[in-house]
């Protein structure tokens, strides 16, 4: 499928357009409403994922917002494990709050019990797994299982995982998401966002995103083409060196903990090798040291860049304390098991052996 690097769309005749804007045609109208460079990459992004339909959108966080306008409505309640992306918190409570929609928070292993015991009802449950950045697992299917017989929407957040190695709605989830910015995209050049489901839900997503316009441009929709084409081999290299790095990690006496749920120390280890298919390119670590030893620690690393993000071939080192996780209180951190001394790798598909040689490096400047 070509770039159709259009907003807009020339029909020959009015019975033509119309026939367009009555959705009787298939053809395009208006590159908000929807475009075939973009078309093209949604029914990828279905097949992946095994639903009806879905959309792309401008960024992770369009795609969220716009699923949950398009679902919920002010008065109605939302229950959201507390293990989440920063920025979706920031969405629940400074934004959906305005416009009287609540969200209620409960530890990723409490989900399936405050579902199933509550004398509250939700419109919606909100996941994320694995979780940032501490890789915690939920149990997909008993959370989706309990959504549907509580008449709850269950809505996942299944970036970190990418429909490589899970594919939730097959496990019954109503709705997935990913930031495609990440995995999907793979290469760090664009932002970008995806929501599947049925068509019945997608029906309403589709016209709040439309209306809300959070619309991708279709050469960031060519750009994320080019990246599902080498999806599944990305990603087995991601699965195989974070791995490596985990267990190689693990056995070195300079670091406290490894959080990766391909170890079988790990306290999720048989939930995620029930679901997931690989474990995924994201681990932490736990360094023996404070903040001004870790720091020193990420800035001596030389394969690893220094950025934020995720997902892309390169590998990325981040502390969660200065980035993702500033300014979040102390108790908050401790319950969300994010040290001073933690630092995530997105693990790229470099050698695996240079990327150990980087970290053990590091940790010996650090000494
Ligand atoms: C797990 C997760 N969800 C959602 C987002 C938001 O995605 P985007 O930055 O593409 O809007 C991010 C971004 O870092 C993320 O890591």
Known sequence: VPIVQTSTFVFENQQQMLDSVQGKSGGHVYTRWSNPTTKN????????????????????????????????????????????????????????????????????????????????????????????????????KKVADAAHATGTISMIDSTFGSPINQRPHLLGVDLVMHSATKYLGGHSDIIAGTISGSNELMANVR????????????????????????????MDRHNFNAKYLAEKLEKDSRIRKVHYPGLTSHPHHDIAR?????????????????LAGTSKFVDSLEIF?????????ESLASIPVLTTHYGIGEKALREMDIAESTVRLSVGIEEPSDLLQDLLAALDVIG
């Open 41 to 140: 990459v949604e029914e990828k992004i279905s097949a992946l994922e095994g639903t009806e339909d879905t959309h792309v959108l401008a960024s992770g966080m369009a795609a969220i917002s716009s699923a949950i306008i398009g679902i919920v409505k002010g008065g109605e309640r939302i229950l959201s494990s507390d293990s989440i992306y920063g920025g979706t918190v920031h969405l629940f409570d400074k934004i959906l709050m305005q416009y009287g929609i609540q969200v209620d928070y409960v530890d990723t292993d409490e989900l399936v019990n405050r579902l199933t015991d509550s004398r509250d009802t939700y419109k919606l449950c909100f996941f994320e797994t694995p979780t940032n950045p501490t890789l915690k697992i939920v149990d997909i």
């Open 207 to 234: 016209s709040a995103a439309k209306l809300l316009g959070g619309t991708m441009d279709p050469f960031a929709s060519f750009l994320l083409d080019r990246g599902i084409k080498t999806l599944s081999v990305r």
């Open 274 to 290: 029930k679901q997931m298919d690989g474990y995924g390119g994201m681990l932490s670590i736990e360094l023996e040291s404070n």
């Open 305 to 313: 860049l220094n950025a934020v993000s995720l997902g892309g071939v």
